[in-house]
């Protein structure tokens, strides 16, 4: 079982450019969350999707968006970069269910907008 | 305002040394979880708990529903240990985290 796993691992970008970072769930997991992780800070709750769809959304602008597969893997789309965009890019995994079920992490994107 | 709150920020340790990290949190909440992140990025889930106490080999972790409060011991620490240790909460489909302990353990 290969766990999550995220690409790429490093990313740099420019002001006002767009990114696409990619996850795969860990085997038997349908639900894919994002967060976004600033140096120091704790992680941040982007979107979770399952079904294909995004069933929960945290506090961000509609320029970040996302998309899941059918085989359960997803994207996170990110427009009109902006310095502050820098961060680690998490991708966690979980059964679905109204119960509280483990999130499993992958191990980040790191990216860099310059 | 942050939902979950942690503290010590920072923390050094002698080898050997019991070390609590404690958590409080705002919202009602299903289960409350303790993960470990090494310098590069990578998270593991300790602790996912939802009442009383779960221990798995030095660690332990306990919450109090009723005060919103957790904390994670590790006893007889080891310079292994050496990690961000983050305290997430689940309200409904969303986690909230904590900023994270900082935790150095000195041979």
């Known amino acids: 079982d290969a766990g999550v796993t995220q690409s790429p691992t490093h990313l740099i970008k420019t002001r006002g450019q767009q990114v696409t970072l990619r996850c795969s769930p860990k085997?038997?997991?349908?639900?894919v969350s994002w967060y976004q992780q600033a140096l120091g800070q704790g992680p941040q709750f982007i979107f979770q999707?399952?079904?294909?769809?995004?069933?929960q959304r945290g506090n961000f602008p509609d320029r970040f968006s996302g998309h899941q597969f059918p085989n359960y893997s997803s994207e996170l789309n990110v427009n009109a970069l902006l310095l502050g965009d820098s961060a680690l890019y998490l991708c966690a995994s979980s059964l679905p269910g109204i119960h509280d079920n483990e999130q499993f992490f992958g191990p980040g994107t790191r990216l860099t907008v310059l | 305002k942050n939902e979950v709150e942690q503290s010590p920020q920072n923390l050094t340790a002698q080898e050997g040394e019991f070390i609590t990290i404690n958590c409080s949190y705002s919202?009602?909440?299903?289960?409350l979880h303790w993960l470990q992140q090494h310098p590069g990025g990578g998270i593991v889930s300790l602790f996912m708990?939802?009442?009383g106490k779960k221990k798995h080999g030095r660690l332990i972790a306990t919450i109090n529903i009723q005060e919103k409060h957790s904390s994670l011991h590790i006893t007889a620490s080891h310079p292994r240990d050496s990690a961000v240790y983050i305290c997430a909460v689940r309200f409904g489909n969303q986690f909230y985290f904590g900023t994270g302990t900082s935790l150095t353990v000195i041979p």
């Open positions: 919202v009602g909440i299903s289960a």
């Open positions: 085997s038997g997991h349908d639900t």
């Open positions: 999707y399952y079904e294909e769809e995004e069933r």
């Open positions: 708990l939802s009442s």
